[in-house]
């Protein structure tokens, strides 16, 4: 997915601010590109509050990325996270990045993957993922490893993909060999899905035209800056990118593709 290979473009993207080698990094200012998810830092506040996270929490973060979103909870909310992340080249950038952030007491980045349980014994007051369930299709395993990781009473939030309607084989195709999802559940039936996993309380947001506005305005952004994008990165990766955002731009644009802010209890 090109979306995660060439991770070096993080570190061209470092470079292209203009700071010493060993300078401390902003999280604010990394936002604009260890984000990976849709609506960048607005996103996480948004998690902040409908999960109630506060200073002495614990939170997981499942499928971490780049660390983005942890590394900007940590520090906008005083909580400790777990950012758990199973491609090991991301997870090891995501460390580097905290420990130039300052925040490596607070962000502890872990390499797993959560089919293989809850990454410590201690349970977590939350849990957030964004956009990375669309990888795993064997939800029967994932969520109640999801909620064996929380506390009870313990909140998941969730930004993800979801199936609007039946996909055409070519629709089909970029789904699965240039997004990477084998598999993607209607909102209605992802619900049922945490529910019978044990979640309660479970709350569903349809975010579908936020974020086909989100994908759209992304592409024309992308393309608008090209010439920039290929003096920092080059042709391989600014192509990859465009083919992604191309993709899944198009992809809401035809009305398969769908999106949901889920929160839960467990």
Known sequence: MKLYDRVERVWNEVGALGLPPDATLDVRELA?????????????DVAARRAGIGPRHRVLDVGAGLGGPARYLAQSTGCAVDALELQEDIHETAAALTARTGLGERVRHLRGN????????????AAISYLCILHIPDRAALFPAIRAALRPGGALYIEDFTLRREPTAHEAEALRDRVQCSYLPPLATYVEQLEAAGFEQVEADDMTDSWRAFT????????????????????????????????????YGSGVLGGARIVARA
């Open 216 to 251: 759209a305005e992304r592409l024309d952004a992308f393309r608008a800056a090209r010439p920039r994008h290929l003096a920092v990165h080059g042709p391989a990766i600014v192509d990859g990118l465009d083919e992604f955002y191309g993709t899944v731009a198009g992809l």
């Open 114 to 125: 959560i089919l293989d349980g809850p990454p410590v014994a201690a349970a977590y007051d």
């Open 32 to 44: 604009a590109f260890d984000h990976l998810h849709y609506h960048g830092t607005d996103a996480v």
